[in-house]
């Protein structure tokens, strides 16, 4: 099994930065990609960005510019630098691990709250 713990979410202001981390462990193939998606109240769950264990990034182009997404192997950790964050940019960001060995295993973070509001 594997645990996805985040952290990071919080209130801030328009045109202010935060960052996202989220800490895998557990079973994790060398195949992996991890990423965060977000959900606003009332809408469906989101792609925000992507990145897989080569180092691959792939971005919303609502974030493009703004959002940068990384990751530590050794660490099994992905980050999310949210910068100019914008009013619509809040929601609940969710941490997700996707590892291959014969089928497809995906894996969800419990979520954390990103306020942006003056």
């Known amino acids: 099994q594997v645990q996805l713990v985040e952290s990071g979410g919080g209130l801030v202001q328009p045109g202010g930065s935060l960052r996202l981390s989220c800490a895998a462990s557990?079973?994790?193939?060398?195949?992996?990609?991890m990423g965060w998606y977000h959900q606003a109240p009332g809408k469906q769950r989101e792609l925000v960005a992507t990145?897989?264990?080569?180092?691959?990034?792939n971005y919303a182009d609502s974030v493009k510019g703004r959002f940068t997404i990384s990751r530590d192997n050794a660490k099994n950790t992905v980050y999310l630098q949210m910068n100019s964050l914008k009013p619509e940019d809040t929601a609940v960001y969710y941490c997700?691990?996707?590892?291959?060995?014969?089928?497809?295993?995906?894996?969800w973070g419990q979520g954390t709250q990103v306020t942006v509001s003056s």
């Open positions: 557990g079973r994790i193939f060398s195949r992996n990609a």
């Open positions: 990145i897989t264990s080569g180092g691959t990034a």
């Open positions: 997700k691990l996707t590892t291959w060995s014969m089928i497809e295993y995906n894996y």
